[in-house]
């Protein structure tokens, strides 16, 4: 019998109606998904959906987007403890950002089969919300290093960098590479910083 105490928490409605919008989404794509596919495969009823996200599809769309980058930047700080200087912060969000990229099979999957939207929410759409969550979870670990208002300019180039870097690879620049990473940010992104940073 398991305990309470390592029992894990039941999802709430609300995960288990993005749980089934991840599966539906993988499974038919997101273009093709209506709010019944969606309710019919959480459980639920349309009028609870609709209830959860008024607005229908597009609110529980974003929730799910949100939610994806909320759990890809958590994992990315998980490879952020005992960091030296900014220099290797730098380094070590490049190079984890850009691995779980590579790995994300749902990612992989929207790219291949709907490469429009998947590009849309990477770049037009998305960018503005990749960069807002980027802000939440890694100011704090830049701002340790560099005042807020530069750590907020940092942060956004980072996120635009390894964006670009992601979707059109470069021959001479591997930012999952460490070695690669580290040259070309101690080369190209230190400096373009530090003549504000010594100012500020």
């Not at 993005?18 to 997101?30: F, N, Q, S, T, Y």
């Not at 964006?163 to 400096?191: C, K, M, N, Q, Y």
Request: contains cysteine.
């Amino acid at each position: 019998m398991t305990s309470p105490a390592s029992a894990a928490p039941a999802p709430s409605v609300e995960e288990r109606v993005l749980d089934a919008a991840k599966v539906c989404i993988e499974r038919w794509g997101m273009a093709k998904i209506t709010i019944d596919d969606i309710a019919n495969e959480a459980g639920v009823s349309r009028a609870t959906l609709y209830r959860l996200f008024p607005g229908g599809k597009d609110v529980l769309f974003e929730a799910f987007r949100v939610r994806e980058l909320e759990d890809f930047f958590t994992r990315l700080a998980s490879h952020l403890d005992h960091i030296d200087d900014l220099e290797d912060l730098l380094v070590r969000v490049v190079v984890s950002a850009t691995e779980e990229l590579r790995s994300d099979q749902h990612l992989a999957g929207m790219l291949a089969s709907e490469p429009g939207e998947a590009l849309t929410s990477l770049t037009v759409d998305g960018l503005p919300r990749i960069i807002r969550i980027a802000t939440v979870f890694l100011i704090p670990l830049v701002g340790e290093y560099v005042p807020r208002r530069e750590a907020s300019r940092l942060v956004e180039f980072l996120a635009r960098m390894v964006i670009s870097f992601f979707l059109a690879p470069s021959d001479h620049v591997d930012l999952g590479d460490a070695e690669s990473a580290r040259s070309f940010i101690a080369t190209f992104v230190l400096p373009a910083f530090q003549p504000s940073l010594a100012s500020s």
